[in-house]
């Protein structure tokens, strides 16, 4: 059974830092686009950054030039390191598991979430 677990979130001030985990078990994601998605209160849920297989990044307009995607395929973990935060940044954020090498906006599998939440 695949898992994904994420991990990192907290509570922040603006401008602070934190860094996301999301630990995969039950199957490799070496070969799989990755990506970070947060959802905050009445709100769809938005994609923050993806990452395929093989190392290309994309981010949305909000988190370009203060988050950073990364993964390490030996320890089968996704990461998002996210820097001078905001509150508008506060959210639920997810990591999720795509169909294939490249992201092709389906989704295969999908964490609990964990909780960033940045006061002024």
């Known amino acids: 059974q695949v898992h994904l677990a994420e991990s990192g979130g907290g509570s922040v001030q603006a401008g602070e830092s934190l860094r996301l985990s999301c630990v995969a078990s039950?199957?490799?994601?070496?070969?799989?686009?990755m990506a970070w998605f947060r959802q905050s209160s009445g709100e769809e849920r938005e994609e923050v950054a993806s990452?395929?297989?093989?190392?290309?990044?994309q981010y949305s307009d909000s988190a370009k030039g203060r988050f950073t995607i990364s993964r390490d395929n030996n320890k089968n973990t996704l990461y998002l390191e996210m820097n001078n935060l905001k509150p508008d940044d506060t959210a639920m954020y997810y990591c999720?598991?795509?169909?294939?090498?490249?992201?092709?906006?389906?989704?295969?599998?999908w964490g609990q979430g964990t909780q960033v939440t940045v006061s002024i």
């Open positions: 999720a598991l795509g169909t294939g090498a490249y992201c092709s906006g389906s989704w295969r599998y």
């Open positions: 039950g199957m490799s994601i070496r070969y799989y686009c």
């Open positions: 990452m395929v297989a093989y190392g290309n990044t």
